[in-house]
């Protein structure tokens, strides 16, 4: 329990402390007018309530992540806590913030554009495209998953088949239409019913009715049943609890809803601690609810993943009401990640084609293409492409962090702010993808994958030496 304690006041200490000095480094600017002010449309630039936004971009960020994430990454032992702890402060809201606050000083710019912007125009395109693919696999496999979950509680009329075109028209409309209309009416709802029921477990876990057995005491070894290392796995595993490169794709549409910059480090920052503490409290209650880690290994193995726990235990602690809680998020959760995934891809595809979004004809002819793709997607088999979806979000990130470090150092502010976590998180890609089994990885041995990370690291720093010489040459000369 103490170190649970620890933790907890860690997490929000760092909003106060690491936030207000990143917020600092960056340089926020009250009285500049935000792009939802300045460019607002009704569609897509559109000012909305401070709340209305946090909850927006919580839940955005979030979805199932911070859950499923948590519960499969504390499988590894008690360094979970800390890389949920120490990810969030220092690399996912970090990574959230210097961002989302780049695409509000250009317009509320989509991901691709402001890394390509920083990192040339090759990336840019590498990241159009891979964004708007991610973006398209993540809408596709959000619409069976909750389809098949509501088949089975609805009465035979209601099939898969019903359900998925009832979910696929939602993601139409949500894609389509002013983010106002439904987005900005329905998430704050499930945004705040995923934090109430985190509240809720929050409680149980601090009235001393249960024990979590956080095994710091016996080392930080891996717990892994498959014996896999903590490093690089843990750290792809559990990525929407500490830092996902699928934020920054979804950040930009709250920049275009912010009235002032000074709400950037409660909105970006925020969100991203509040979801650390939701994959902290379900790491613990998975922990203590199984009694051990053997104990929630043998969960795992004999029921039919995440989703079984997720809802006995918040029966179990929670009543009815929190049973219903955990099987609206495990229902609404992937719905909620899906359709702003489709209309990320919108505004991928319309800031790379430069389409105006206001005529609802454009958004059509933009989404058209978005929908097909989608539809031809959930004909296929995703077992194997889904499987690269963590690793290629956690690269996604690294790719996202170099673009803040470029930008910071353009701009003469202290860059080590995201340089660390940019290092850091090149070696963990690089090392997931050479190390991890077959057909995740090339199932090398784990050292050529390090080694192959620090030389990438090398690569990227030479570039950013260059850089800042290139740099300083030009202003000596000027």
């Known amino acids: 329990m103490t170190a649970f304690l620890i933790a907890l006041a860690v997490l929000v200490g760092g909003y106060f402390v690491y936030g207000l000095i990143a917020e600092k480094i960056f340089g926020v600017e009250p009285q500049r007018e935000t792009p939802a002010l300045r460019r607002a449309d009704g569609v897509d630039f559109v000012p909305m309530p401070t709340w209305r936004v946090f909850l927006i971009q919580f839940l955005n960020i979030a979805g199932l992540g911070p859950i499923f994430g948590a519960i499969m990454g504390v499988m590894f032992g008690p360094a979970a ?42 990336i840019k395109q590498i990241m159009r495209v891979v964004s708007v693919v991610l973006l398209v696999l ?136 509040a979801e650390g503490i939701v994959a902290l409290v379900w790491a613990a209650a998975a922990i203590a609810f199984t009694g051990s880690y053997e104990g929630l290994h043998a969960y795992m ?41 489709l209309r990320s891809a919108r505004l991928i595809i319309a800031d790379a084609a430069k389409v105006d979004q206001k005529p609802v004809w454009k958004r059509l002819l933009v989404c058209i293409p978005i929908f097909a793709a989608t539809f031809g997607l959930m004909l296929i088999d995703f077992n194997v492409l889904w499987r690269y979806f963590a690793w290629t979000n956690q690269t996604l990130a690294a790719f996202t962090l170099w673009a803040c470090t470029f930008y910071l150092a353009r701009k003469r502010k202290f860059y080590w702010i995201t340089l660390i976590p940019a290092l850091f998180m090149t070696v963990v890609v690089m090392s997931y993808i050479i190390f991890a089994p077959r057909p995740e990885g090339f199932g090398m041995p784990l050292a050529w994958g390090i080694a192959s990370g620090l030389l990438i690291d090398a690569v990227c720093c030479a570039a950013f030496v260059r850089h800042l010489r290139m740099r300083a040459a030009t202003a000596k000369a000027n």
Not at 89 to 104: C, P, Q, R
């Open 81 to 122: 806590f800390i890389w949920i702890v120490a990810g969030t402060i220092f690399g996912g809201a970090v990574h959230d913030f210097i961002s989302a606050m780049m695409s509000l000083r250009h317009d509320g710019e989509s991901l691709p554009e402001i890394v390509g912007r920083e990192l040339g125009p090759v």
């Open 301 to 341: 193995a004999s029921h039919s993943g995440a989703g079984a726990l997720v809802h006995e235990l918040s029966v179990d602690w929670l009543g009815a009401f929190g049973g219903f809680l955990a099987l609206l998020g495990v229902i609404a959760a992937p719905i909620t990640t899906g359709d702003t995934a």
């Open 138 to 273: 993540v809408g596709a496999v959000f619409v069976l998953t909750p389809a098949g979950l509501l088949a089975d509680m609805t009465p035979q009329w209601a099939g898969t088949l019903f359900w998925t075109s009832a979910i696929f028209l939602y993601y139409m409309l949500a894609t389509v239409l002013p983010v106002d209309k439904l987005i900005g009416r329905l998430y704050p709802v499930f945004g705040f019913a995923l934090l109430f029921m985190a509240g809720g477990l929050l409680v149980v876990l601090l009235s001393g009715s249960v024990s979590i057995p956080d095994g710091f005491s016996d080392g930080l070894y891996s717990r892994s049943g498959s014996g896999h290392p903590i490093f690089p796995m843990m750290f792809v595993s559990i990525a929407c609890g500490a830092i996902s490169g699928f934020h920054a794709t979804q950040s930009p549409m709250m920049t275009r809803c912010l009235k002032n910059e000074k709400l950037a480090r409660p909105i970006f920052y925020g969100a991203m601690v």
